[in-house]
């Protein structure tokens, strides 16, 4: 028997307000977490409520990403406002991540 289709196990982290020094550390700590499932092979960070990102939650979002490399595992970002895009492009991280438009358009990427 042939596997046709085999959907990874997606989890979502939904963040909201700013992703600053202040909780910086909560957020990654958040993130490690679901990454360290073995069930998870997909984390999506959907930034739609994130008002706004300094240096301290970029660095949180840069340190899981290279977790999830070393595990072997995928994180993406979604739902990124044009205010946090901007952030991201001039750090050039726009590169790097993996960014997608809307959790549903992920969704639908997954089953293709």
């Known amino acids: 028997m042939q596997v046709v289709l085999q959907i990874p196990k997606i989890t979502v982290i939904r963040p909201h307000g700013c992703l600053n020094a202040t909780n910086a550390l909560e957020l990654e700590r958040d993130l490690t977490t679901a990454l360290a499932q073995d ?8 930034l739609a409520k994130v008002e706004s990102l300094d240096s301290a939650g970029l660095m949180a979002l840069v340190s899981t990403l290279k977790l999830s490399m070393k595990l072997g595992k995928t994180l993406r970002l979604c739902s990124v406002s044009p205010a946090l895009r901007i952030i991201f492009e001039l750090t050039q991280l726009d590169d790097v ?16």
């Open 39 to 46: 069930e998870i092979s997909i984390l999506v960070v959907n």
């Open 97 to 112: 991540f993996e960014i997608w438009e809307s959790e549903p358009e992920l969704a639908i990427a997954q089953l293709a």
